[in-house]
């Protein structure tokens, strides 16, 4: 049995630990390990030809990013912060609330890369967030604005985790019914989906409360 191939994992560990470029670490290795198993130069490239073939959904980020930076070099932040500047009542609770729901409704219609970090949360739902929040209660601290972004972030997180599951068709669900079934417990996908409903009513009132929480916290720190 040839055991060299498995120098690759090793080229992984030690070009993340010498904080080498993640891809070129991934490349570097994928490709010395094709070489050490025996194929040819060519070969190896068409390996990961076809894997990225077959992942082309991959290439969509670099398309995406490029626009979203352009966004933000003209503007994009400060037209979201003095857009929710300009609603009454506005308050950081109330949006991230609604975002929350907005993200678990569309989660659970199967449109779960309709939010999301890159293009969402950082030029649209923190700036906002943090607009709402300085409108409210005056000026932020440092700290206090990583925090409105921060539960920026996490109401992403959890309204996609716990809306996902909703969808029947998505892989999470795919992957319980496999474990239930081989442990000799057979349920359809749309029997799972509908047991996800209470999870996710649960994690929206639980995230609900946690933002109005700091919401009432950064009230607090200035009365």
Request: charged share 15%; net charge neutral; proline share 5%.
């Amino acid at each position: 049995m040839n055991y060299w191939p498995l120098l690759g994992i090793a080229l992984v560990v030690i070009g993340f630990a010498l904080r080498f470029n993640p891809l070129l670490v991934v490349v570097g290795a994928a490709v010395a390990t094709g070489l050490l198993a025996g194929l040819d130069p060519v070969a190896v490239i068409e390996a990961l030809g076809k894997a990225f073939n077959d992942n082309r959904y991959i290439s969509v980020t670099w398309i995406i990013l490029p626009v979203i930076g352009l966004l933000e070099r003209h503007g994009l932040q400060e037209r979201a912060r003095a857009v929710i500047a300009g609603v009454r009542g506005a308050t950081m609770g109330r949006l991230l609330v609604i975002y929350l729901g907005f993200r678990q409704i569309t989660a659970a219609l199967g449109m779960k890369d309709i939010g999301g970090h890159p293009q969402a949360v950082r030029p649209l739902v923190a700036p906002m967030a943090e607009a709402a929040a300085e409108q409210s209660h005056g000026p932020l601290a440092d700290d206090e604005r990583e925090q409105v972004r921060a539960m920026a972030a996490a109401t992403d997180n959890i309204g996609l985790f716990f809306g996902e599951d909703i969808f029947f068709a998505i892989a999470s669900i795919l992957l319980i019914q496999g474990v239930f079934e081989s442990a000799g417990y057979p349920l359809t996908p749309l029997q799972l989906s509908v047991w996800a409903i209470p999870t996710a009513i649960c994690a929206f009132i639980i995230h609900s409360w946690r933002i109005t929480a700091l919401d009432r916290r950064l009230g607090r720190v200035r009365a």
